[in-house]
């Protein structure tokens, strides 16, 4: 796996930081999320949850009857995850994924926000490819807009404006719906979310093609 400077200092800190991540995110109650997320999902679909650190989310979509398939980038927190959600969690990074045609939806929940703004397009093709038609995506960046560091985590903020812009240069998806809620952490509550959930555009799937170039 090759990390890029962007990969390898946010993979550390959740290494270094594991256990206590695990502590503080496990129990978050994220239901007002899923209750937007789910009505798109069939009633047992397969869903992909990418980074999915604690495993919170993998464990309450496999409580309500869906299939899960969850990965993170952090060995430490991916072995904490396949024992709190009892499903074996992959080691891996986003933009390594190469699935087709697999998932219903894609959850991908504080976790794309790590990726690299020259990285996000290529991203999204894969998710959009890893999609069966119709199939939805929700993701969620901290609100505002370009790089920072933070913590020795490095981020990609963005804003309505942010996310206009990168689905006007990558037109894998279509927008069905873009929110803000505050953190649901104690004591962070005045930090903000952009929250986004999106479709795969029916034009790719008409022309027989997925977004990295592979025939259907």
Not at 8 to 20: C, P, T
Not at 28 to 34: A, E, G, K, T
Not at 69 to 88: E, K, N, V
Not at 91 to 96: G, K, L
Request: hydrophobic share 40%; charged share 25%.
């Amino acid at each position: 796996m090759h990390l890029r400077p962007h990969d390898s200092a946010s993979i550390a800190y959740y290494e270094d930081q594991a256990q206590d991540f695990f502590c503080e995110t496990a129990s978050i109650d994220l239901s007002p999320l899923y209750a937007r997320f789910l009505p798109f999902v069939p009633a047992g679909g397969h869903i992909l949850d990418v980074g999915c650190g604690s495993g919170r989310d993998v464990r309450a979509f496999r409580a309500n009857g869906y299939r899960v398939t969850g990965f993170d980038p952090s060995p430490t927190l991916a072995r904490l995850a396949t024992a709190h959600c009892g499903l074996q969690v992959q080691v891996m990074r986003v933009q390594d994924i190469d699935w087709h045609r697999q998932f219903d939806g894609i959850w991908a929940c504080a976790s794309l926000l790590h990726v690299s703004m020259t990285e996000l397009p290529e991203v999204l093709r894969r998710l959009a490819a890893a999609l069966k038609p119709g199939g939805v995506l929700y993701a969620s960046f901290k609100y505002g807009q370009g790089k920072r560091e933070h913590g020795g985590r490095k981020f990609t903020d963005l804003d309505e404006e942010g996310l206009a812009a990168l689905l006007r240069a990558v037109p894998c998806f279509r927008e069905l719906e873009t929110w803000t809620t505050a953190d649901r952490r104690p004591g962070r509550e005045n930090e903000m979310w952009l929250n986004t959930l999106l479709v795969a555009e029916i034009q790719m799937r008409q022309t027989g093609s997925d977004p990295g170039g592979r025939r259907a």
